[in-house]
């Protein structure tokens, strides 16, 4: 049932539909590679097996369907001007991926998936506070990479191991595009008094007429032309203080704008508990800074961290935490205990055949990121993620 809805809510959302038909392909298989790949008129899926019997995949995973299918839209019938070539002798120019994939995680992993049902509001708070404390508090990477050189060195770096992800930056052209389309479509929401929304500009730019596959590039200049047209404002500058210049900090006025407030706090975030299940991992990264399988191999760890700077480092091991031997509850457990006391928590290490102890200088507790609700302002998030389809959900 939430699949049609996704369907209705994306031809409210665009108002015109660009193929004769469309066929989502799903393959389930647990020796699968995780991946949703886009076409004009169909989308290759393919995900665990557990996809629709385990709750905590389908928290992950439901976006995928949403998301693959505005690239009809956006990607395939709408595609920037550098990725429209003839032969495999010109070059791609990806340098738009922030419009192409970061506008569609936005449109929908957020919008659509939410208006669809595919997440109660509450849950849909919790991944954007996910995606806004990660490109925020966990990219030390900009203090020296523009989003835009995200998405140009894509085909040098796009296939990287995850290690030192947030020195590198990785593929950051999704989640913080999806927060600079947030932060436009609040300000064209706040700036017309309501009037119009980011969904004018998805009607005029991928909407039109039903018709045919086609593609029909675009530009920059195209993407700026189309924003004024439905509400003006200097968007050029918008899009080059966010896209092309270092920022220290991650573009969350969508956020404030939208009436909430990023926070931390030790309540679970229920978002980043379906990926800590999904990936049996253990997710410390907004306190001590790192993420762990849980047989204790270490995954990544954040430059800056307490446990960075404890000498915690990629593909370690964790043996014990504060005297115990290491798991996640006992994790959680000494680090609640370590918000009483000035004692570093210790962690013993191995690596090869090196064991050493670790003292990690952290008493902040368990810290998860969390939207919490500003009543002066108006609850815009809500509003953007209210169905917009005349059928009921």
Known sequence: MKMRHVVHEAEALFGARHYASYVWLVGLGDSFTNNGVEHHESTDIRLPESLYTKAEFMQRWASIFAHEYVH??????????????????????????????????????????????????????????????????????RAWRSLADSAVGVPAFGEAPDEWIGERRGLDYYPEGALIWLEADTLIRTRS????????????????????????AYSRADIVTALNAVEAYDWDTFRRARVEQVQPHAPLGGITAGGWTLVQNDQANPYLD??????????????????AKDDGKV???????????????????????????????????????????????????????????????????????????NAKQVDLLSRIITPRSAVKN
């Open 274 to 291: 379906a990926v800590a299940k999904v990936t049996k991992s253990n997710d410390f990264s907004h306190s001590l800074g790192f993420w």
């Open 299 to 373: 995954v990544d760890v954040v430059h800056g961290t307490p446990a960075f700077a404890a000498g915690l480092a990629p593909a370690t091991k964790l043996i014990a935490i504060g005297g115990r031997k290491w798991s996640e509850d006992a994790a959680k457990e000494v680090i609640i205990a370590a918000e009483h006391n000035t004692v570093p928590i210790e962690l013993i290490v191995e690596s090869g055949d090196i064991v050493r102890t670790l003292r990690v200088d952290w008493h902040g507790g368990l810290a998860y990121p969390h939207l919490t609700r």
């Open 72 to 141: 009809s839209w956006n990607g395939k019938y709408r595609r920037p001007d550098g990725l429209t070539r003839s032969n495999f002798q010109e070059p791609l120019e990806d340098d738009l991926l922030w419009v192409y994939e970061g506008m569609t995680r936005y449109l929908g992993d957020f919008v659509l998936r939410g208006r669809a049902g595919f997440g109660s509001p509450e849950f849909m708070r919790d991944y954007l506070a996910f995606i806004a404390a990660q490109q925020d508090r966990l990219r030390p990477g």
């Open 193 to 216: 008094g309501g009037k119009r929304s980011f969904d004018d500009f998805c009607r005029s730019f991928f909407g039109g007429t039903d018709s045919a596959p086609a593609v029909r």
